[in-house]
């Protein structure tokens, strides 16, 4: 009888550090998350603001590059609102967003 119940309490302790160790791996995951919502919360405004006053400047002098930062700026938006918020993206379509940020970059440089 004494055996039986040492062995049950075996069991109990090892499927209480079981779930344990589950809670504080989905509590650490919740936290992970909730970090990196906030550092996009944080770049995606000054992203957005730069370039809405580069664009500002930039059709002001009426200028020809005003249209390709227009696209450049809606993709990205679009990506990032949009296609970053699944699981998986397809690499090239990091690799396009990525030409897109450099060329609305370039784009910015000289007004």
């Known amino acids: 009888m004494m055996h039986a119940l040492e062995q049950s309490n075996t069991v109990v302790w090892i499927c209480?550090?079981?779930?344990?160790?589950?809670?504080?791996?989905?509590?650490?995951?919740?936290?992970?998350?909730?970090e990196l919502n906030f550092l996009k919360g944080q770049i995606h405004p000054h992203f957005l603001f730069n370039t809405l006053n580069n664009l500002y400047a930039h059709t002001l002098s009426?200028?020809?590059k005003s249209p390709v930062i227009v696209l450049g700026l809606s993709d990205i938006l679009r990506y990032m609102l949009y296609e970053c918020k699944?699981?998986?993206?397809?690499?090239?379509?990091?690799?396009?967003?990525?030409?897109?940020?450099?060329?609305?970059?370039?784009?910015l440089i000289h007004i």
Not at 17 to 22: D, E, L
Not at 86 to 107: A, G, N, W
Request: aromatic share 12%; glycine share 0%.
């Open 16 to 34: 209480l550090m079981i779930s344990f160790f589950k809670m504080w791996y989905e509590r650490k995951q919740a936290a992970m998350q909730a």
């Open 62 to 64: 009426q200028s020809p």
């Open 86 to 107: 699944s699981e998986l993206v397809p690499l090239k379509r990091d690799i396009e967003i990525l030409q897109s940020y450099i060329t609305l970059e370039l784009s």
